[in-house]
């Protein structure tokens, strides 16, 4: 079993940046990948960033590059979400996510809600 429990998420002005958290835990964590996906009202949940299928690298959504900031503090188990220059689109729930590969989550964490006004 893994848990997962982000944080950091509020409402911030377009332009703004917010920093996310998710603390992850478990005996079976070695076993898995973390990433970030998002899910808009009305919309279908998707990737944002993570560690790709291969443990090699970062991927990051089109969206994301440029303005977001996957890392991770392996002595924390911890990994981070760094938002920068927000839009309103960017307006979702956040969810910290543990995979062996980013297509078919294993676990998922509550959620933290960001809300970008214009």
């Known amino acids: 079993q893994v848990q997962l429990a982000e944080s950091g998420g509020g409402l911030v002005q377009a332009g703004g940046s917010l920093r996310l958290s998710c603390a992850a835990s478990?005996?079976?964590?070695?076993?898995?990948?973390l990433g970030w996906f998002r899910q808009a009202p009305g919309s279908e949940r998707e990737f944002v960033a993570g560690?790709?299928?291969?443990?090699?690298?970062?991927s990051y959504a089109d969206f994301a590059k440029g303005r977001f900031t996957f890392s991770k503090d392996n002595t924390k188990n911890t990994v981070y979400l760094q938002l920068n220059s927000l839009k309103s689109e960017d307006t979702a729930v956040y969810f910290c996510?543990?995979?062996?590969?980013?297509?078919?989550?294993?676990?998922w964490g509550q959620g933290t809600q960001v809300t970008v006004s214009s």
């Open positions: 478990g005996g079976t964590l070695r076993f898995y990948k």
């Open positions: 996510a543990a995979y062996i590969v980013p297509q078919s989550v294993n676990y």
């Open positions: 560690v790709n299928w291969s443990g090699s690298s970062t």
